[in-house]
């Protein structure tokens, strides 16, 4: 699509967006120290750049101040949340005051269940407001919020309870996903359970979503609304310096363990405010809605912050797209003259089945922003959304980020970057990527290679809980001088960026990321696996699917195929249950021992021939026996 057949006007125009560039390069301090005044703060920062104490030194600010008491005096009665229940006639509306009370309340339930500034405070809930209300509650009183994504087994949550040191739970009695109910509070019960002696775990507060009673612990567990509505409506803010830690977000990489990313208040809230403003070309009066859960990256920097942070009102929708019935996600839009809609390919991919009618049924013509996040866009599905859902009236944003950047790095911006379908375009401006060879020397124009980043941007996390060696091995060790993210990139004669997916052993399943180390470390906890292998296959929905492959020890019980499935969901979760899974007598392996997955990922293809070289392996062999042994389902 040309600029030229979009009829909004957007803020910026290429030349606006040329001035940036060139500015962000040329003096990177007196941009950052420009965008830095977008915020809100108690004292000002002296320096804007990445110091050894992060970005903004000597700033400090409060989050939940400068999203929301600062707008009170010119937007106190303007929408700051709408949020659409599951059932159509359920609309509930927070304005900016409102809410702001609303976060106040709860903050000072924290206080008053001995909750301390820089506190570990888990937030396990579905897509209700009590979710985005406990995480600002948080920032409030400078505790730190970690969420929990609602498809973690016990176990799942257990590690991660374990791991930040958590003393309070915030969590539902029910979650609801169209017809079924996802029993939260049973579930938290059960990894609370599971590690009661390593858990710092003294509260659980439970938000009534449904009509379901659930066992309270006494001593422990409480219903939240009693105790909100007893507390003062007003919590003064912790001030707090610019790299206090606001958030944890569990994340997964090529070790077995997930990952405590941890991101800091002054530099992350500015990345917030500075891409939501520039990619999604926020305009007075956008209705801003992020189909994320609150449990991921997305739904923290442009479901929660970066909307308030800009005064904003944010959209929160509990369903499914496709609950009661087809266009259930086009209803909502058009009910809520939604303008700036920001969901997954995965997403699109399923909605494009449903037909082009059930779209045209509605009136989506409020819509002027079009956005995608967390795994590549085909080229058919990029062109179906921008043509029957944005009418090929809007911006389509596909935007390249990760939960350690914070925020959006590659993406065009509405106006001033001409789209390719299906590519991420160009960096922001103030972001550097660059392509490595295997050595990590840097590759010029055209070209493929490994994806990393110069310098350092804002919203850049500040390591990794527990285990900031850990930080600096994965991510700027790999190749010295630059941050590695995982992921391979093409760049065109335009300069343009074309995601290839992670060159790393982890797998992209519906956009969720998911360690293939943290699958076969969860085979390997049941006794009748030798050993494992996993990895990722294309699949038409997903994106990717996971196919695993299990060596059985001697004397393996039948019903192996189910034990490994359960291994799976009881460890990780439900959300990483395998396609497929093939108990095979051995896996190919080097002389060395270790698991060839390139040949595995060809096997499960279906691949017959263009092994090359396999006289380096243990055993030969083994390749041809898989390959006789594998059905690969058309
Ligand atoms: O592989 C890239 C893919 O998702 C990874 C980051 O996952 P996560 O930390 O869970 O954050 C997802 C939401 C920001 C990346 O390393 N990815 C993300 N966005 C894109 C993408 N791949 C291709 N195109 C994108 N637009």
């Given amino acids: 699509m040309s600029l030229s057949s979009q009829p909004h006007t957007f803020r910026l125009s290429p030349a606006d967006y040329g001035h940036l560039v060139e500015q962000a390069t040329v003096a990177p301090e007196q941009y950052w120290a420009r965008e830095s005044t977008r915020l809100t703060w108690s004292t000002n920062p002296s320096q804007a750049h990445c110091t050894k104490d992060g970005w903004f030194p000597g700033g400090v600010l409060n989050a939940s101040v400068n999203c929301l008491d ?68 948080c920032a409030r009183i400078g505790a730190i919020h970690v969420v929990l994504f609602g498809g973690f087994s016990p176990e799942a949550i257990a590690d991660r309870l374990a791991d930040s040191g958590a003393v309070l739970v915030i969590t539902a009695n029910m979650g609801r996903r169209g017809p079924k109910r996802i029993p939260f509070k049973t579930t938290l019960d059960a990894a609370l359970d599971l590690r009661l002696e390593a858990l710092a775990v003294r509260h659980v507060l439970v938000v009534s979503v449904t009509q ?29 310096p610019a790299s206090a830690p606001l958030f944890l977000l569990y994340t997964s990489g090529s070790t077995g363990k997930p990952k405590g990313i941890v991101h800091g208040t002054g530099g992350y809230l500015v990345w917030a405010s500075y891409t939501h403003e520039l990619v999604f070309d926020h305009q007075e009066g956008d209705i801003f809605w992020c189909t994320a859960d609150i449990g991921w990256i997305t739904g923290h920097t442009y479901g929660v912050y970066g909307p308030l942070l800009n005064g904003g009102t944010i959209l929160l929708f509990e369903g499914m797209p496709s609950y009661p019935g087809p266009g259930r996600w086009w209803s909502v839009i058009q009910d809520h003259k939604v303008t700036t809609f920001y969901t997954s390919p995965t997403a699109i991919r399923a909605l494009m089945r449903e037909g082009d009618e059930v779209v045209q049924r509605h009136d989506l013509s409020s819509l002027r922003v079009l956005g995608t996040v967390g795994e590549p866009i085909s080229q058919e599905a990029w062109s179906w959304f921008n043509d029957h859902v944005g009418g090929g009236r809007c911006a389509f944003v596909d935007t390249w980020w990760q939960t350690e950047s914070g925020g959006i790095m590659i993406s065009p911006v509405p106006g001033a970057v001409r789209e390719k379908p299906a590519s991420a375009t160009l960096p922001l401006p103030g972001v550097h990527p660059v392509l490595l060879d295997e050595r990590g020397a840097p590759k010029e124009g055209a070209t493929e290679g490994v994806l990393c980043l110069r310098g350092s941007w804002p919203g850049r996390a500040l390591t990794i809980w527990n285990d900031a060696a850990l930080f600096e091995r994965t991510y700027l060790q790999p190749y010295p001088g630059y941050y590695f993210t995982g992921d391979g990139a093409r760049r065109d004669e335009d300069g343009y960026y074309w995601i290839t997916g992670r060159v790393d052993d982890v797998i992209n399943v519906s956009g969720h990321r998911i360690g293939s180390a943290e699958i076969e470390d969860a085979l390997a906890t049941e006794l009748a696996i030798a050993e494992s292998a996993a990895i990722g296959v294309p699949h038409d929905l997903k994106g990717q699917g996971i196919v695993v492959y299990v060596v059985p020890r001697d004397n393996a019980p039948e019903d192996l195929h189910v034990r490994a499935a359960k291994a799976i969901t009881s460890k990780v979760g439900r959300y990483a249950a395998p396609e497929r899974i093939h108990v095979v007598p051995d896996l190919p392996k080097t002389r060395s021992g270790k698991s060839v997955r390139r040949l595995l990922r060809k096997i499960a293809c279906g691949e017959t021939e263009g092994f090359g070289d396999l006289s380096t392996l243990a055993d030969p062999e083994i390749v041809a026996t898989l390959i006789a042994l594998i059905q690969v389902p058309k």
């Fill in 212 to 240: 379901d009673d659930v066992d309270l612990t006494t001593g422990r567990d409480m219903w939240l609304t009693p105790l909100l509505n007893e507390a003062p409506a007003d919590c003064a803010a912790q001030d707090m």
């Fill in 70 to 137: 600062r707008h009170l005096e010119k937007r106190g009665d303007q929408h700051a949340l709408v949020w659409q229940a599951e059932e159509t006639d359920r609309v509930v509306t927070f304005t900016y005051r409102t809410l702001h009370e609303r976060v106040c309340r709860m903050a000072n339930v924290l206080r008053q269940q001995g909750v301390q500034t820089g506190d570990r405070v888990a937030i396990h809930l579905p897509s209700v407001p009590e979710g985005l209300i406990a995480m600002l509650a």
